[in-house]
């Protein structure tokens, strides 16, 4: 057996739970994406980090049979003997995951070195891993000894909140051999650090957004080597953020905490032991007369050149026009450490044409909708203003069509300093487009001129899928370039307009898709704790978490997220940490929302079904009653499907007091339902919706003897009146095409993903889109609400590919795939299918041929997993693996002939099985 290994830290902290590898990292890629997971995390604050690790082997049916894990303070300490921190000593187990470290306690600043060996099921032990590492953080309030400090005296009129950055400096002297120096820093809402004039890290839009009175991210850089002996400067460059908000009443009542501050503390270890801080007072100086003279996320940002103060970070800077900071009062929220990879650019795109609607109107065209800057190149005189607007669609005149982005003015403004050429990116801005205008620029721009730089949390890819189905393969990249963009430290609804809201119901059970496509284990968890960061001591939850739009309506179907997404972080990551952690909030919120129940239903909805395809192209929302779902069928179904959840969360984590009330509860509720709204004689609910009839369904609430019932009128409405297309808005959505093939007609999915009539995905395809619209009818209708990069009405589509397409489901008694259920659907004319998943446990593929009725399916079983496989068969006995009798094959046990398919266990490996398929398909 040859066995190798890629070490992975999972890091459980009070907000998030992070994957990180050694130092060796794997890059992995999505067309030109690409991205690293983060090495040696610095900084957390998890007093018992939990390790993981993959193992990889060639051989079939190798486990895990026992592991030994070393950590020490220095790396020459990691040896068996010399541990000073933990050795693990050889434990008898197959866990591989979330091993939480079991040490002498670890304090502020410690650095942790760690390795692991394993031995396999024949008892052989490997050899040892490479070192891999990690730092704490600050993990008490007593350890922090500066002050926060800014400006608290600006003035702003209406709705114009643009401020200047804030820049704040000091010197200091290091007048001994350095052995290390950490920096933490909190700059509110975003800053950068600079040391002797360089930017310490690559992380843009720093640091995450938060509930900020609840809770507030530091954010931890080892800066040992940029740091010199003798005289050194610091810098930090303070920007607005969500923490001075972009709005106050447009389009809504928004929250905004302050003005822009800092909070900073350099440790500094020297070789003979002495230590030192450099910490944020008054004895910074702070200037707000530097080159960014305004910053707002929705606005832009305006940037003179001629303003630039060259070396104001580093040493002999004359600073002497600059106002000393003042202490300012702190934010309120527990400084906690960032715990998920940090936003980053992640690729750079060339324009690929540009036009000239008008003189001096320059439109570029970045071929895709993606959600970032740009990075501009000019020359020209000092004092030339250079304007660059951004929008997802043109006009049929060819200018910028502005109507869906509401008030947000979507503009950077750069004025030259006339030196030579000169290279501008905006620091404290975002923007969502794929046309860029620009105007004022001397002379005419080239396609040099101008680079779209892609920015999002730099999450690890997970996954990729292809199929035979050119549609199909278009709509996932759109969906991937979707889903990445709205990631900005939280998962958000659109990257574009006066919004930018991380609106929860949009994400209920889609984001368990994105779980195929981006290893978001770390930033689905801090959403999470965001969303218990906003509830209230009622127990109400926003609508929209962070709570930057107050949206506390008490509806059901858009703060169940915060009890459906911890689910699906246990199943997909086996993350049963992050179901603790939620569950005081989940309770809370679980016992605020019984007190609306009447009679065994509850009717709070703010919402509807939102979004149904509508009877007119300019409409946003449907007016027709036969396509809307009654507000007692989406509350009441969400709320018993929550209440079941919960049980089981109460079963998980051993709370034998709670689970029977739940389940209690959940009865009474799915009693009241049927009664009231199922109607015997119709075999449906109410009006026969398809979203009422998807709810019951997918949430097991059909009386006995009726499911297949609700499911044939289901099926009529799909084919009789939508005519094969979708017709549920995002709360059906999200369950649909599961119901669907669980029902046995993954043949109508197929239709849903290769139509291009509307309302399809193949439409918006059609009409030119690169990401996903908001509305099914985006091309017509009413701009209030019509964003081209939204992610909820993908629904479980992405689920749908990798589980039911390509056969790749992690089994919900052994989560985060320790067993895999491998059950591909071969439906319409497709002639392949190939998708990849990056399990923790390693690397999951599934690749099928079909030649007429010839099945030829590829499987990569990782180590220390099992999987039961479904290979399409006429027959089971004629099904072949390798060259071989399956049943003969070594690894492979049958089981059973099912639903068309011969079912087999499987241990870890790489297989290869041939049949026949059923009817001769």
Avoid at 53 to 63: C, E, H, K, N, T
Avoid at 193 to 207: A, E, F, H, I, R
């Amino acid at each position: 057996m040859r066995t190798t290994y890629v070490i992975v830290l999972t890091l459980a902290a009070a907000v998030a739970s992070c994957f990180f590898t050694s130092p060796a990292a794997r890059a992995t890629s999505v067309g030109e994406l690409r991205c690293e997971f983060l090495k040696n995390p610095q900084g957390i604050d998890t007093p018992q980090p939990r390790l993981s690790w993959i193992l990889s082997s060639d051989a079939r049916g190798q486990v895990q049979s026992a592991y030994e894990v070393l950590v020490a303070s220095n790396e020459a300490k990691l040896k068996p003997g010399s541990t000073d921190l933990w050795d693990s000593g050889r434990v008898a187990s197959s866990q591989s995951i979330h091993v939480r470290y079991a040490g002498k306690p670890l304090n502020s600043g410690q650095p942790c070195f760690w390795k692991v060996r394993v031995w396999d099921k024949d008892g052989k032990a490997s050899d040892w891993s490479a070192p891999a590492r990690w730092s704490m953080g600050l993990l008490h309030a007593s350890d922090w000894h500066g002050k926060w400090i800014g400006k608290d005296e600006a003035v702003t009129k209406g709705e114009d909140r643009r401020l200047p950055a804030r820049m704040l400096r000091r010197e200091f002297d290091a007048t001994k051999k350095i052995a290390r120096a950490t920096a933490y820093l909190s700059g509110l809402g975003l800053s950068e650090l600079y040391l002797n004039g360089q930017k310490v890290g690559d992380d843009v839009l720093s640091p995450g957004l938060s509930e900020y009175n609840k809770r507030v991210f530091y954010v931890t850089h080892d800066v040992t080597k940029q740091l010199q002996p003798g005289r050194n400067a610091i810098g930090v460059w303070l920007g607005n953020g969500r923490y001075f908000a972009p709005r106050s009443s447009v389009p809504t009542t928004t929250r905004t905490y302050g003005y822009p501050k800092l909070l900073l503390q350099l440790n500094i270890e020297y070789t003979d032991g002495t230590r030192d801080a450099i910490v944020s007072d008054d004895s910074w100086k702070l200037s707000t007369e530097g080159p960014i003279q305004a910053n707002n996320e929705y606005d832009g940002e305006e940037y003179d050149a001629r303003r630039e103060m060259n070396g104001w970070a580093a040493p002999q800077f004359d600073d002497g026009k600059w106002q000393p900071a003042a202490v300012v009062g702190e934010p309120g929220g527990q400084l906690s450490a960032q715990m998920i990879n940090p936003i980053r650019v992640t690729e750079t795109l060339k324009p690929i044409a540009i036009t000239e609607p008008k003189p001096g109107v320059f439109i570029f065209d970045m071929g895709q909708n993606m959600v970032g800057w740009c990075r501009l190149k000019v020359t020209g005189p000092a004092g030339t203003a250079v304007s660059l607007r951004h929008a997802e669609t043109l006009k049929p005149d060819g200018t910028l069509y502005l109507a869906n982005i509401r008030s947000a003015k979507v503009t950077d403004i750069y004025t030259l300093n006339g030196q030579g050429e000169e290279t501008y990116e905006p620091r404290f801005t975002y923007h969502g487009f794929r046309y860029v205008e620009v105007t004022g620029f001397p002379g005419k721009p080239t396609l040099e001129s101008l680079a779209g730089r892609v920015v999002n949390d730099d999450v690890a890819t997970a996954g990729e899928f292809a199929c035979s189905h050119d549609l199909i393969n278009r709509i996932y990249r759109n969906i991937v370039w979707g889903v990445r963009g709205n990631y900005r430290s939280i998962s958000t609804d659109c990257p574009q307009r006066d919004e930018r809201q991380g609106w929860l119901g949009d994400r209920s059970s889609e984001s368990k898709g994105e779980t195929y496509l981006f290893d978001v284990a770390a930033l689905y968890s801090k959403w999470t704790q965001d969303m218990a960061d906003a509830q209230q001591d009622n127990g109400s939850i926003s609508d929209v978490c962070p709570s930057y739009w107050p949206l506390y309506n008490d509806n059901v179907t858009w703060p169940s997220s915060a009890v459906i997404i911890p689910g699906s972080l246990h199943d997909q990551y086996a993350d049963e940490a992050v179901i603790a952690r939620q569950y005081p909030s989940m309770v809370k919120w679980i016992d605020h929302m019984s007190g609306y129940i009447k009679d065994g239903i509850i009717t709070k909805d703010n919402y509807g079904d939102w979004c149904v395809p509508p009877e007119s192209p300019e409409l946003i929302h449907s007016k027709d009653p036969a396509r809307k779902t009654a507000p007692g069928i989406l509350s009441t179904s969400y709320f018993c499907h929550c209440l079941k959840l919960m049980t089981h969360y109460a079963q998980l984590l051993n709370k034998p007091a709670d689970a029977p009330r739940f389940t209690a509860l959940a009865d009474r509720l799915k009693k009241a339902l049927n009664e009231k709204f199922y109607n015997q004689e119709k075999g449906y609910y109410d009006n026969g919706s398809q979203t009422s009839c998807v709810l019951p369904l997918a949430f097991d609430l059909v009386p006995p003897g009726q499911r297949d019932r609700v499911f044939q009128q289901l099926i009529h409405k799909i084919t009789d009146e939508t005519h094969g297309h979708v017709g549920t808005g995002l709360v059906g959505g999200q369950w649909l095409n599961r119901v669907l093939t669980a029902g046995g007609r993954p043949d109508l999915v197929y239709g849903f993903a290769t139509h291009r009539e509307y309302p399809s995905w193949g439409y918006m395809v059609e009409k030119g889109a690169t990401t996903f619209w908001e509305l099914w009818n985006g091309d017509t209708a009413d701009p209030a609400m019509n964003s081209g990069n939204h992610v909820m009405l993908v629904g479980d589509l992405v689920i749908w590919l990798y589980e039911d397409l390509a056969g790749i489901k992690p089994d919900p008694q052994k989560p985060g795939f320790k067993h895999i259920v491998m059950k591909p659907h071969v439906v319409g004319d497709l002639k392949f299918v190939k998708a990849t998943h990056q399990s923790p446990y390693g690397l999951i593929a599934s690749q099928w041929h079909r030649d007429g009725a010839n099945f030829d399916w590829q499987i990569t079983v990782p180590p220390n997993t099992t999987a039961t496989v479904y290979v399409p068969a006429s027959k089971p006995d004629d099904v072949t693996e390798g060259d071989a009798p399956a049943a003969d094959s070594p690894a492979v046990k049958p089981l059973r002939h099912q639903d068309g398919a011969a079912v087999f266990e499987v241990e870890a490996g790489k297989y290869h099985f041939k049949s026949t398929l059923p009817n001769g398909s």
